[in-house]
């Protein structure tokens, strides 16, 4: 605007002259300006235009983005589900072998990382974390199925009834042997070493690995370690040949007991002369405070010559009167 048209309040078009900050935006909202021109004029409260601040330019555009990791993830989810449908349908599938295959998802998952890498085309790659957590919970219950079997054998009723089982066979089988010897009790107990046995297994096949026990309670009487020796090396026998390895036998009444331990293939092999020195004795004893407990021979024998225990020394004896002589020099005078 002229400063005659301003002077004398006339607007640019009645002065015949075209004030460019009055000029009219070419398009709507200036969307005809190239970018970085300036928008339409702003008109404050006082009516005087002013030129409007220019327009940002416009943000690049982003490639797009190629997730790897959905086509593994896919693959695993079909896998899965076909061999739990193979579990329930086919007679005798492998499912630990099965489940043995499951790392395999990460060599799935590392070949579709290298084929994206190696072809691009044009698109960002992106690792889809939700693919790997999916798959690394799949490779966790598949060695889960894996090992539940061999733990299941371990500890399951199987292996249990299976061993109650073969000890009663082997009960049944000393009880034909050793019927005609006084015995009040005669259990066996049977532990197999590995998981891996047979259901259906009997008491012959029985592995060298495998522990057999027996806990025996002879009858009759005792008089000696000689007798007990004897009664013991008379059974072992039929123990060795049922495949008892470990063998506890007792025989006690209300004063005394004997007791014997062995164990491996020298102990039950050992002579009646060897077992006498292995065996133990105890006798029931009373102190003089009235206690009563169970006592090794040699305790016993000490407290019989008149000691408290095998490590004591010798009560003292009470110390003798004086001599009446002696006893008169020394009363003092009246």
């Avoid at 990791?69 to 739990?84: D, E, N, P, R, S």
């Avoid at 062995?262 to 004795?281: C, K, N, Q």
């Avoid at 021979?297 to 008149?306: H, K, M, S, T």
């Amino acid at each position: 605007m002229s400063e005659e048209n301003r002077v004398n309040g006339l607007p640019p078009q009645q002065s015949g002259q075209e004030d460019p900050a009055f000029a009219p935006a070419q398009g709507l909202n200036g969307a005809d300006k190239a970018p970085g021109e300036a928008g339409p004029a702003a008109q404050d409260a006082a009516g005087v235009r002013t030129p409007a601040a220019p327009c940002p330019p416009p943000l690049p555009l982003r490639p797009p983005v190629r997730r790897v990791g959905t086509l593994t993830l896919g693959l695993a989810l079909i896998a899965t589900g076909l061999v739990i449908t193979a579990a329930f349908f086919v007679p005798n599938f492998d499912v630990v072998f099965a489940a043995k295959l499951a790392p395999l998802v990460l060599v799935f998952l590392g070949a579709e990382v290298l084929w994206a890498t190696a072809h691009p085309d044009g698109r960002r790659i992106k690792f889809d974390f939700l693919s790997a957590f999916v798959g690394f919970v799949l490779i966790c219950a598949s060695l889960c199925a894996a090992t539940l079997p061999v733990v299941w054998r371990w500890y399951g009723p199987d292996r249990a009834l299976t061993q109650q089982r073969l000890a009663g066979e082997l009960e049944d089988q000393l009880f034909d042997q050793l019927g005609d010897q006084d015995l009040l009790r005669c259990s066996v107990w049977v532990n197999l070493s590995t998981g891996d046995f047979d259901r259906q297994m009997t008491a012959a096949d029985l592995r060298p690995g495998d522990q057999v026990g027996a806990n025996i309670t002879l009858g009759g009487t005792v008089e000696s370690a000689d007798d007990f020796a004897a009664r013991v090396a008379a059974l072992l026998p039929a123990l060795r040949q049922a495949g008892v390895t470990q063998v506890y036998f007792f025989w006690g009444d209300d004063a005394d007991q004997w007791d014997l331990d062995l164990y491996g293939d020298f102990a039950m092999s050992a002579s009646a002369e060897t077992l006498a020195g292995m065996a133990r004795h105890q006798l029931y004893l009373t102190d003089a405070d009235g206690d009563s407990y169970w006592a090794e021979e040699d305790e016993a024998a000490a407290l019989a010559d008149g000691q408290t225990g095998p490590d004591s020394t010798p009560a003292q004896e009470p110390a003798a009167a004086p001599p009446a002589e002696t006893a008169a020099e020394t009363a003092p005078a009246a």
